[in-house]
């Protein structure tokens, strides 16, 4: 099974918009992760929060964590055409740190 | 840094038949995992390696498939007698560290295709 689930499951918005997905997950984790997936490509690190962490921003990009409720957010802000992919959080969690990762979000940003 | 290079990209095969794939972390990380993804799911942990050493393998990994890690360097993932269940995108990654704070580099992924 796996440690996060996303939601929404598909986002269809328009460029300039924002789009938010939220992430919640079961264990206490190590960090949480944000990816990025274009179609039949490998996935891209966006940004990591570590669990004594609230908020954390890059670029567009702003992710929250609440720890005590199991769950974070991405907000992208102003979104562009190539914003257009899946996005997936992964929690690391254990004695090494393992990843696992929730089922995504898939976002289309049209013109 | 030219990134994490998997081999073949494409693989189509019949069931029965025995498959090897290749990943090429990025040189200087020490860790090496692989994953699996099918269609519309996030990627399912499959194993990892710290050097040469493979340290944790999942329930998902049967008796059909082996990695290995020779040198520390390359890795190979190999299934033998392949079923219609095989069939997804294989995905390798790196990371520099040895701490969970370091990101993974994904590489594009081989896809399977077992007919």
């Known amino acids: 099974s796996q440690q996060g689930e996303e939601d929404p499951q598909a986002l269809s918005i328009q460029e300039g918009e924002n789009a938010t997905m939220n992430c919640s997950y079961k264990?206490?984790?190590?960090?949480l992760q944000w990816y990025r997936q274009n179609s039949g490509r490998g996935l891209v690190h966006l940004i990591l929060?570590?669990?004594?962490?609230r908020e954390k921003h890059s670029g567009r990009l702003r992710v929250t964590l609440d720890t005590s409720k199991k769950s974070s957010s991405l907000l992208i802000t102003a979104s562009r055409a190539a914003d257009t992919a899946s996005y997936f959080c992964?929690?690391?969690?254990?004695?090494?740190?393992?990843?696992?990762f929730g089922a995504g979000t898939q976002v289309v940003v049209t013109p | 840094d030219t990134g994490v290079s998997q081999n073949p990209r494409h693989k189509i095969t019949k069931r029965g038949q025995n498959v090897t794939f290749r990943c090429d972390p990025i040189?200087?990380?020490?860790?090496l995992y692989w994953y699996r993804q099918t269609l519309g799911q996030g990627p399912e942990f499959l194993t990892y390696?710290?050097?040469?050493?493979?340290?944790?393998k999942s329930r998902l990994l049967s008796d059909r498939f082996s990695a290995e890690r020779p040198k520390g360097s390359f890795s190979t993932l190999e299934i033998q007698r392949t079923e219609q269940g095989d069939s997804a995108m294989y995905l390798c990654?790196?990371?520099?560290?040895?701490?969970?704070?370091?990101?993974?580099?994904f590489g594009n992924g081989t896809r399977l295709t077992v007919t």
């Open positions: 990654a790196s990371s520099r560290s040895t701490t969970s704070d370091s990101p993974l580099h």
């Open positions: 264990t206490s984790i190590n960090n």
């Open positions: 929060i570590r669990s004594n962490e």
């Open positions: 992964a929690t690391a969690y254990g004695s090494w740190g393992k990843l696992q």
């Open positions: 040189s200087e990380h020490n860790r």
């Open positions: 390696f710290q050097n040469e050493a493979q340290l944790e």
